[in-house]
Each structure stands twice: as C-alpha cells, then as structure tokens.
C-alpha cells in the first residue's frame, strides 16, 4: 500500500520560511515524480513544485525563486524548502506522486487529478 506522510507546516510571519517534507512508502515504479500542490480557502487546488527521479524540477511562476524542491538520495523523501513566504502562500499542502511522468509534465497537469496518491495535507499559515 502506497503511503505519503508529509510534515512541516505551520505559522509563520510574512518573510519568513518553512520546510516541508514528505516519505513515501510502498511506491515500487522507478520513474515517477514527487511533488506539491497547495488549496487555500475557497480557491482551487494550484500546483506548486515537483521533482522527477531523476531530479528535473519545475516550479509555478509564483514560487519560482522563493520555494526550493529537493529529495534525498534514496529518492524517498521530498523536501520543500519555502522562503519569503507571503500570505498568498496560505493553504493547505498536499504532496503526491506519479508513476513516469517528468517535473515538467506533472506541473501542466490538473492539479486535482494529476498525481496516483496523495498525502493527508499539511496547513501553512502565513500572517501579514
């Protein structure tokens, strides 16, 4: 059985930073794409940030330069490093994989549907 479990999230003033980490387990496909797509209240879920196994990244033009996605080297865990957050950053994060897709591909897909599973969500609060 496929597992997610992300960890991280929380309160932070405007500027400041969080990281957010996420384990799979029982994932057997070697070509796959890790990644994060966030939902703030009453608005649709938007990707955020994903990295492929063989570690292409791709980010949404408004985390470029701010967020950084990473993963260690047995490719388990993915890292999201979140830098001069803003309040629009608000919402709840979700981390989910896909079996061979690249960073790039998943970063145009439906960010309901784009990822095989999911976590439960970890919330970032930012406050102004």
């Known amino acids: 059985q496929v597992q997610l479990v992300e960890s991280g999230g929380g309160s932070v003033q405007a500027g400041g930073s969080l990281k957010l980490s996420c384990t799979v387990s029982?994932?057997?496909?070697?070509?796959?794409?890790m990644g994060w797509v966030r939902q703030a209240p009453g608005k649709e879920r938007e990707a955020v940030a994903f990295?492929?196994?063989?570690?292409?990244?791709a980010y949404a033009d408004s985390v470029k330069g701010r967020f950084t996605i990473s993963q260690d080297n047995t490719k388990t865990t993915v890292y999201l490093q979140m830098d001069t957050l803003i309040p629009e950053d608000n919402g709840t994060y979700y981390c989910?994989?896909?079996?061979?897709?690249?960073?790039?591909?998943?970063?145009?897909?439906?960010?309901?549907?784009?990822?095989?599973?999911w976590g439960q969500g970890t919330l970032v609060t930012i406050s102004s």
């Open positions: 990295i492929d196994s063989n570690g292409r990244t």
């Open positions: 029982g994932y057997t496909y070697k070509t796959y794409c």
């Open positions: 989910g994989i896909v079996a061979g897709m690249s960073a790039m591909q998943t970063l145009g897909r439906d960010p309901d549907y784009g990822m095989d599973h």
